[in-house]
């Protein structure tokens, strides 16, 4: 199968959803990347992200658990799909593959 | 201020219904929701709706809009139940709408181009029309009290006949003032009366009239300096304008309180300095007092003159509710009868009614007494004008779209092949052609702001673009949405019914219905600019006619100058002199001029009279040798020095012998005003107006007049000129010299005939050449379309000739029947508005004719073109394509 491809953004939106302890959703999602990232984001720019991996099937989604400051609307559940799953491995392993390839001591060199 | 509710802002929510994928709506808006009352209680309500407004707003990206189509392959588990509707106003297929056009329209240049010019021109001088009309409203409309403002008028009865006219007594306007609480404020106003203004040493010529106290109470009027109250209250304030407060005294300020010497003679203070608004349509330069004129014209004040108009404005009550004004037309109707006590005797009846002041200006005629048209018949006309105009050049685009659609077939029929539905080919083609008008409404922007000058001074108006006014951009964009409406129209119906199937197999036949409105539509232009063509003829004609018929006495070679200062006290010394220079060969004088009368009256009486008839005669006092300088002919004699009773004798003429019923006029008796004299002479008839009326009996009597006529020797203008100026200058210092040609005068009689001539010339030229243009893009179509067809003609040994009669014989047969149908429908028009003249020129067929021969012709020349090219076309080139 082809190679994965994730954005630096679609990535970590796809980390927080397979961290996430509690079931994720919209808002918790959107908290958590601002959190993780110190960064402000909009909701939409998450939302917009949630929708295409799922179009990219690297996530699913289910709807409920409907609250009245929602105004009765359900929430959209996502969870990640075995594609998900296998993306971020690759994405991982892929990243070890390379730190390991690091010369030795070359950080140092270069004084970071 | 109520309490706002706790929940986020409405607008917001309103906006993400409208354009978020019903898919996502729910979720993404509950989420929205949901962080918005958590910030309530974070941050407070304010904060919080500005905050849930702001995120709405970063939803407005194409990725969630409801006619995004999401990209292929979603996940079989996918709970995007409803699909998005790709819509006609996709971005994509805009710009693919956009991209074909701008295809199109760059590869078919020659017939891109005649398309747009042929419609920036039609726009152009619609738009022109628009302009004027629009000017025309607004004459008249700059009162901030209009609607309570009347104009009184006088509705006379006499002899059997009824007329209305705008003449009325000089002391109406106080006695209405006085008698009818209904009426707030009542002025007169005068005639126009040119005077000679001095002040120090400055000198000249003003035009102005005299008008009544309340004038600038009633009229919105900017007075740059004084009050309305006190204008013209005193009997010598004179209101001048902000013009000549600027000439005389250098601005509004020091004008006020200044003197100025009038005819040499009397002096006036500057009440008032008013700035007269460019759409008022009684124009001054100064305004004189009522008492004034009443103090210098004994006669006004008689009942039985009606020689002044009338003004009033009615009350409003608290409320703002005015009285019923017919209930006050009621009240003030049989005033006259007060006043006139042997009117009734005589069997006569003068009745007042009131017009709306703001009507008056477009509804000025009156028949039989009763409101008839006016400068509205104009301007109705030109609307029509304007309409057919742009009609033609909308014509000329449907028909080239229609007649290229074969182009075009193709592309329609993948298109619907891949989807498209019949509404977005008609919104595509439609769209099109709005783009198309748009550049042409451009153009005809431009245009028409280089016209605009000289439009403006051949109309004499103040037309500009109005870019701060609605009704302008109303105008515009109104004119380009019907334009395009109309021109992408039929092209859009016809094209999107295409069957893709017959299209792609190539075998496109267009119905003979598609043929025949094609045709019809040829037919309807050139009907349209054969109206236009024989509507210019024929006014053209009757112009000429007027200007050119034999008035009854001769016009070329009279001048006219006013008499004034010492022109008037030593007319005598003036006279004798000026004969012995040379150029002169008679002087005399008038009351008014001879197509300018001074007035009517019916109180003239003589024996054998009915006493229940009463006769409306023209009057004027005129010097002696006055059928001499005016090239009259006079049966009996004119006056004379030689018979010293002279001045209770009376000229009469041929018309008002009649009317009499003398049969052998000279010596009979004739009284006019209580004075009885005998007839001298009985002047030959002539036109003592324009040739809307017919000839009224007149009455000419010895004595002053206000015009120095001199007739000049056939041939010696210029000398007869120097003479004048040289002597008015030596004899009567004071005054600035001025004459006018008889003859000028004649032709201001006719302006808004002459005008209308003039722009009908343009525009029916206009029309046709639009027609022509369109003319042009068929036949250069047909011919291309039948390029295989002559080649193989001209193989089997056709002649050059007679290709071109095969190829211009379709097009003459349209123009024929073009013309068969608008000839009946033109001669009924032009009768119509020849209605209006008691003198005018006979309909002649050969009119109808000439334009018909005019319109084959022009076609004939356009195709021509086309069809010789394509007639001498090589028929190797043409059918070696295959």
């Not at chain 2, 449907?398 to 075009?408: D, E, F, G, I």
């Not at chain 2, 119905?511 to 232009?525: C, D, K, P, T």
């Not at chain 2, 002279?646 to 000229?651: E, F, K």
């Not at chain 2, 209308?756 to 639009?770: E, P, Q, R, W």
Request: glycine content about 8%.
């Amino acid at each position: 199968m082809r190679r994965a491809f994730l954005g630096e953004f679609e990535e970590i939106v796809l980390l927080v959803v397979a961290a996430c302890s509690e079931e994720a959703y919209g808002v918790n999602i959107w908290e958590e990347v601002q959190k993780q990232t110190g960064r402000s984001i909009t909701m939409s720019a998450v939302h917009a992200t949630l929708y295409r991996l799922e179009e990219k099937g690297y996530l699913e989604s289910s709807m409920g658990g409907a609250t009245a400051e929602r105004g009765g609307r359900r929430k959209r559940f996502f969870t990640l799909t075995a594609l998900g799953v296998r993306a971020l491995n690759d994405i991982q392993e892929m990243r070890n593959r390379l730190w390991e390839a690091i010369p030795p001591g070359k950080f140092q060199l270069i004084g970071g | 201020m109520k309490p706002r509710p706790v929940e986020p802002p409405r607008w917001a929510d309103q906006l993400l219904e409208t354009f978020l994928s019903p898919h996502l709506l729910e979720d993404a808006q509950g989420d929205l929701h949901e962080v918005f009352y958590k910030r309530v209680s974070e941050v407070g309500l304010a904060k919080a709706r500005r905050e849930y407004g702001w995120a709405v707003l970063t939803y407005l990206n194409p990725y969630f809009f409801k006619t995004f189509r999401h990209s292929a392959g979603k996940p079989a588990t996918s709970h995007y139940t409803t699909y998005p509707q790709p819509s006609l106003f996709h971005s994509a297929m805009v710009r693919n709408y956009l991209k074909i056009a701008w295809r199109n329209i760059a590869n078919n240049k020659s017939f891109s181009a005649i398309n747009i010019l042929g419609l920036a021109l039609g726009m152009a001088c619609s738009l022109l029309i628009l302009l004027w009309i629009q000017n025309e409203f607004r004459v008249d409309a700059y009162n901030a009290n209009g609607p309570q403002l009347y104009n009184v008028m006088e509705r006379q009865f006499f002899d059997g006949k009824v007329e209305a006219g705008s003449g009325t007594p000089g002391l109406l306007p106080d006695e209405l003032k006085k008698e009818f609480p209904e009426i707030a404020y009542a002025a007169g106003i005068s005639w126009e009366q040119e005077r000679t203004f001095s002040v120090g040493d400055k000198l000249n010529k003003e035009k102005g009239r005299w008008a009544g106290a309340d004038w600038f109470k009633m009229y919105s009027i900017p007075l740059l300096a004084g009050t309305a109250e006190t204008a013209l209250n005193a009997p010598t304030n004179i209101a001048i304008s902000q013009k000549l407060a600027q000439n005389y005294f250098g601005s509004p300020q020091a004008a006020m309180g200044k003197s100025i010497r009038i005819g040499n003679k009397d002096d006036y203070q500057v009440s008032a300095v008013f700035d007269i608004p460019p759409t008022s349509s009684v124009t001054y330069d100064y305004l004189l007092t009522w008492k004034d004129m009443l103090n210098h014209n004994e006669w006004l004040k008689d009942w039985g003159t009606s020689a002044t108009q009338t003004r009033i404005q009615l009350v409003v009550d608290r409320n703002g509710v005015m009285d019923d004004p017919a209930r006050v037309e009621a009240k003030i109707k049989s005033l006259m009868k007060k006043h006139n006590p042997d009117m009734a005797k005589r069997g006569s009846d003068i009745q007042l009614f009131l017009q709306p002041y703001q009507e008056a200006y477009l509804y000025s005629n009156f028949k039989n007494g009763y409101q008839d048209g006016g400068r509205i018949e104009y301007v109705r006309l030109f609307g029509i004008v304007a309409v057919f105009i742009l009609l033609i050049a909308c014509i000329n685009f449907m028909n080239l779209a229609t007649a290229r659609s074969v182009k075009r077939a193709r592309e329609v029929g993948v298109r619907k092949v891949v989807g498209a539905g019949r509404g977005w080919l008609i919104g595509q083609f439609i769209g099109e052609a709005m783009v198309l008008t748009s550049i042409a409404l451009l153009i005809a922007l431009g245009t028409v702001w280089l016209l605009l000058p000289t439009f403006n001074s051949l109309t004499d108006k103040h037309i500009t673009y109005q870019f701060t006014d609605a009704t302008f951009w109303a105008i515009l964009v109104g004119m380009t949405l019907l334009t395009g409406l109309i021109a992408g129209s039929y092209p859009a119906l016809f094209l999107s019914s295409l069957n893709p199937i017959r299209v792609l197999k190539g075998t496109i036949r267009f119905s003979s219905g598609a043929r025949f409105f094609r045709q019809g539509l040829v037919v309807f232009q050139f009907a349209l600019s054969m109206l236009l063509i024989i509507g210019t003829i024929i006014v053209y004609r009757q112009i000429n006619f007027i200007q050119t018929k034999n008035l009854g006495f001769d016009r070329e070679g009279m001048l006219y100058v006013s008499s004034e200062g010492e022109l008037e006290t030593k007319y005598d010394t003036f006279k004798e002199e000026l004969l012995q220079m040379p150029g002169i060969q008679a002087v005399t004088k008038m009351d008014g001029t001879p197509t300018n009368g001074f007035g009517s009256t019916s109180n003239v009486q003589w024996p054998g009279k009915n006493p229940k008839a009463s006769i409306q005669f023209q009057f004027s006092k005129v010097g002696y040798d006055f059928t001499k300088t005016l090239n009259v002919k006079v049966t009996g004699r004119d006056f004379s020095k030689d018979f010293g009773a002279d001045s209770t004798n009376y000229l009469i003429n041929e018309t008002a012998a009649r009317r009499i019923g003398y049969k052998d006029p000279i010596g009979k008796p004739l009284t006019l005003w209580g004075k009885t004299g005998t007839i001298v002479g009985v002047l030959a008839d002539y036109h003592q107006s324009s040739m809307h009326t017919a000839i009224e009996p007149f009455i000419a009597k010895l004595g002053e007049g206000q015009i120095i006529i001199v007739r000049v020797q056939p041939g010696q203008t210029k000398q007869a000129l120097t003479s004048l100026e040289t002597l008015a200058r030596q004899m009567n210092p004071k005054f600035p010299f001025r004459y006018r040609f008889a003859d000028e005068a004649f032709q201001t009689l006719y302006r808004s005939e002459t005008l209308v001539g003039t722009l009908a010339n343009y525009f029916a030229f206009l029309a046709i050449f639009i027609s022509c243009l369109g003319l042009f893009g068929l036949a250069a179509f047909m011919a291309e379309q039948r390029t295989k067809e002559i080649g193989v003609r001209k193989v089997l040994g056709a002649s050059v000739a007679s290709i071109i009669a095969l190829l211009s014989q379709d097009f003459i047969k349209l123009v024929l029947v073009a013309i068969l149908i608008s000839s009946p429908v033109a001669w009924y028009a032009m009768r119509q508005w020849l209605q209006e003249y008691a003198y005018k020129i006979d309909l002649d067929w050969w009119v109808f004719a000439l334009a018909g021969l005019l319109a084959i012709g022009i076609a004939l020349l356009t195709i021509s073109f086309q069809s010789i090219k394509a007639a001498l076309m090589n028929p190797v080139t043409s059918l070696r394509s295959e």
